[in-house]
């Protein structure tokens, strides 16, 4: 019988010999056969609108530009003349530098931890399952920071694994933003109750979109400035530079894909909007690896704001936070048009009625 | 000739949702069905996504990888998509409208990736079947001795499902479908690592305490057979959410 550690030499092997001379020396997906089409598709696919590379970098341009803008706002009413100054003094400072990978691992529990009691301001609906936190193993260390879901019955918890290699290249400044999306209110929150949603197709509680995952997690992220933390202007730093990584996605994943940019070129525009070397080198080589999958958090985050906008406006004193977000929760994942048209419904049920809840 | 164009004729000035259309209940009886026999099929062919829901049906399986396998499942869903879109949707509530309008672009979001054939180049360093299958000492229930045999039963099938990626990667080298070099030039280390690490013995070192002597020291050796590994150390379509 065939045993588990030979099959993976002879794998390792395969690839070795076989498989790995044979790469593409280009970076872009649209190199490959029908690549145009390839990547296009990939977009829509990841996005779950209708839109072009084009499109998307611009939006990144634009979005950057306007994080950048709220950055150095937050700079000076710290005493800095301007946002390089800020950032240099962050980047210098030691209570940002982790000094080994357990110190990672503790600073992202201590967020969740502290997030878990104040998710009934935010909700009605509550994850009910728990969730852990664990580093990435030695040798998945080019893997990204992820969530990985639990049991519905949350007897196998959900678990966040860290990403810690190299502790001391590392910063602990956007730890807070990351552990918020990771955990909760972020992938745990939405996945675990998605799970456990009552009266729809079972296919529809396991619906998987990145575009509405990623968006929701993002979004999630800000919520902690809403019930009063980021309480450190440094960490509240990190919020704004965790949103500006996610918009600088749309232009250096479309640059690489479509716009034939080199591997330099994508780490340089990373080191000048503030993405510390160790995350930009693996995410450059996460973006050449996966066509697409980084626009989807960006996305789906400005759809949801977009959507809350809209709800506020229309609903004016009668907006509910909480009630906002058990919707836009409450139907599983979805393509952003169709949550769109789903929550319009909502909204427009709210303004007419007393406030039932069209469901579906 | 004449009876076609006396068909086209009729069913133009016929009101929309007229005769041959079933009453609402049982199209959404039908379509509730027809989820029903989606999923359990979905749960079928990915026995690692199954126990990631907590469904133990398959627990002692790993899914199909090879390309018939690929195909198979690509005629299925096919067919599903066809048989959704015989179901009128007219007069569905909004919930039901939802659920038919969702699983329809699901199956055709695979058709487009099934026609690009985005699966003949399944590994890269952030995510890929190595990596997966070693997460899976982490993925799956070990609460009995049932879900022991099952994770035996799991590891001796890991072979064959890296033979299987091979046969697929090896239809991507014909087809020119290739990862960059600097994705590429990760992936070996990576299965090394997993061996140096040996992930797949810590269940070895967890075993409930309501386990027997006899059982733990069998187990113990079904394990280490299967992995062909002496000593200690310490996925899977879990739902990974990729990263932040």
């Known amino acids: 019988m065939p045993k588990v550690f030979p099959a993976h030499r002879k794998f390792a092997e395969f690839l070795r010999t076989e498989y790995d001379p044979k790469g593409r020396p280009e ?9 145009k089409r390839r990547y296009a598709e990939a977009v829509k696919m990841m996005t779950t ?32 003349t301007d946002l390089a100054s800020f950032r240099a003094a962050i980047n210098n400072d030691p209570k940002w530098k982790p000094q080994n990978e357990q110190q990672i691992v503790d600073d992202f529990k201590k967020y969740i931890d502290q997030m878990q009691p104040k998710l009934p301001e935010l909700f009605g609906l509550l994850p009910r399952s728990p ?30 694994v860290v990403a810690v290699a190299d502790p001391t290249k590392r910063t602990l400044v956007d730890d807070e933003a990351v552990a918020y999306h990771e955990g909760v209110p972020g992938h745990h929150m939405q996945i675990s109750i998605a799970q456990t949603l009552p009266d729809l197709p079972k296919f529809r509680l396991h619906g998987f979109y990145s575009a509405y995952a990623e968006g929701w997690a993002l979004y999630a992220e800000e919520l902690g400035k809403e019930i009063g933390f980021y309480k450190d202007p440094v960490s509240d730093y990190g919020r704004l530079s965790s949103e500006l990584f996610r918009a600088v996605r749309l232009v250096v994943d479309t640059g690489i894909h479509d716009q034939n940019w080199s591997r330099e070129k994508v780490i ?37 704001r977009k959507l809350r906008e809209e709800a506020k406006t229309r609903l004016g004193a009668k907006f509910d936070i909480k009630a906002f977000h058990d919707e836009i929760l409450n139907g599983g994942a979805m393509p952003l048009d169709l949550l769109q048209e789903r929550v319009e419904r909502w909204i427009n049920a709210q303004a007419s009625a007393g406030g039932a809840s069209t469901g579906g | 000739m004449r009876y076609i164009v006396f068909g086209l004729v009729l069913a133009a000035i016929a009101p929309p949702s007229f005769a041959q259309i079933a009453p609402l209940a049982d199209r959404v009886a039908r379509q509730n069905a027809l989820f029903e026999e989606f999923y359990q099929t979905s749960l079928k062919n990915s026995p690692e996504r199954a126990t990631a829901y907590g469904d133990y049906r398959y627990n002692s399986q790993l899914g199909q990888y090879s390309l018939a396998e690929i195909a198979r499942q690509h005629a299925e869903a096919d067919n599903f998509l066809k048989q959704l879109q015989a179901i009128p949707t007219e007069g569905m509530s909004d919930k039901d409208l939802l659920s038919h309008q969702l699983l329809e672009r699901q199956l055709q979001r695979e058709d487009v990736n099934y026609s690009l054939k985005n699966y003949e180049m399944p590994v890269n360093q952030q995510n890929g079947i190595h990596t997966r299958l070693a997460d899976l000492p982490l993925s ?71 386990f027997s002597e006899a059982d733990k020291k069998r187990l113990t050796q079904e394990i280490t057979a299967a992995v062909n590994a002496q000593g200690l150390s310490r996925s899977s379509e879990v739902r990974r959410v990729p990263a932040h």
Not at chain 1, 51 to 76: D, N, S, Y
Not at chain 1, 271 to 276: G, Q, S
């Open chain 1, 268 to 304: 340089d525009y990373m080191h000048a909007n503030d993405v510390n070397d160790a995350l930009a080198q693996t995410e450059a080589d996460r973006y050449i690896a996966w066509p697409a999958q980084a626009l989807a958090y960006k996305m789906g985050q400005l759809t949801i």
């Open chain 2, 140 to 210: 799956v229930p070990l609460d009995s001795v049932e879900h022991y045999q099952d994770y035996i039963s799991r590891l001796r099938q890991i072979p064959r499902v890296l033979e299987q990626t091979t046969e697929v990667m090896r239809q991507g080298e014909k087809d020119g479908l290739m990862p960059p070099n600097l994705v590429l030039e990760k992936l070996p280390g990576q299965c090394e690592g997993i061996i140096a690490a040996n992930p797949f013995l810590r269940p070895t070192t967890t075993f409930p305490a309501s």
């Open chain 1, 27 to 35: 970076l872009s997906i649209e190199s490959l056969p029908d690549g």
């Open chain 1, 49 to 80: 609108v209708n839109i072009t590379p084009a499109e998307v970098h611009e939006l990144g341009l634009k979005e950057v530009e306007r994080i950048t803008a709220e950055m150095t706002k937050l700079a000076q009413t710290q005493g800095y």
């Open chain 1, 131 to 160: 969730v852990t936190v664990e580093a990435i193993p030695d040798f998945a260390k080019a893997e990204s920071t992820h969530y990985v879901a639990g049991t519905p019955d949350g007897k196998r918890p959900g678990r966040v």
